[in-house]
């Protein structure tokens, strides 16, 4: 069952253009949403992550658009950059209380590329 | 300050031989994650260790897969009889749950295995 879908799988987008990946969950118990950015023979790094109590949450170029009744969430990359290019993987899970950890169910990645 | 580590970055063994994969969480980080990715695919979770808890293992595929983790720090995942489907990338990642953070995993650079 992929509890977190993500597309598309592949992205073009010209040096200075807007990319945007689009992911889409069916837990509703869910409650923190990141997106990770994996560059190859590297481990995934956090990006930026959302909660659902707020529909946009934007740092520096990235922002990610969340709609809860839609249970869909994107991330938009302003200004694309070369540097960008990588893999980028949407996830959910629930971020529990003080003390407790929860796994992370990840969506399938987007490889994302930037023309200069 | 020192990241996850992971040993060794590159497995190669022969189809039916038992492996073993070494993850060093970030110091004073109190959870610890295993997660699996193939060519090309998102990241499977596998199992995931918290503190003194009994561990998550729903992720892992088959009973030849096992973990474990000494001493609240270091842990070893073990295949044993390896199959060739078995072959992909396994991501180590910890955090940090106390204290109200939020669950942001840190990954490490993984250790690819192929089974021949």
């Known amino acids: 069952q992929q509890q977190v879908k993500q597309s598309p799988q592949s992205l073009i987008v010209q040096k200075g253009g807007i990319s945007i990946i689009n992911c889409a969950y069916e837990n509703t118990a869910f409650d923190y949403f990141p997106w990770y950015q994996q560059f190859p023979g590297k481990g995934p790094a956090l990006l930026i992550a959302?909660?659902?109590?707020?529909s946009e949450k934007k740092e520096g170029r990235f922002t990610i658009s969340f709609n809860k009744s839609a249970k869909q969430f994107s991330l938009h990359i302003m200004d694309s950059q070369p540097g960008d290019s990588a893999t980028y993987f949407c996830a959910a899970s629930r971020a529990g209380g003080y003390s407790s950890a929860s796994k992370i169910i990840f969506g399938s990645g987007t490889r994302l590329s930037i023309r200069p | 300050g020192a990241g996850v580590s992971q040993s060794p970055s590159n497995k190669v063994t022969e189809k039916g031989k038992d492996v073993e994969l070494r993850c060093d969480p970030i110091s004073g980080h109190t959870a610890l994650y295993w997660y699996r990715q193939s060519l090309g695919q998102g990241l499977e979770f596998l199992i995931y260790f918290q503190g003194n808890s009994a561990p998550d293992k729903s992720g892992l595929p088959s009973d030849r897969f096992s973990a474990e983790r000494t001493g609240g720090s270091v842990s070893t995942l073990t295949i044993q009889r390896t199959q060739q489907e078995d072959s992909a990338v396994y991501l180590c990642?910890?955090?940090?749950?106390?204290?109200?953070?939020?669950?942001?995993?840190?990954f490490g650079p993984g250790t690819r295995l192929t089974v021949l």
């Open positions: 990642a910890s955090s940090y749950t106390s204290g109200g953070a939020r669950n942001e995993q840190f």
């Open positions: 959302i909660r659902p109590d707020v």
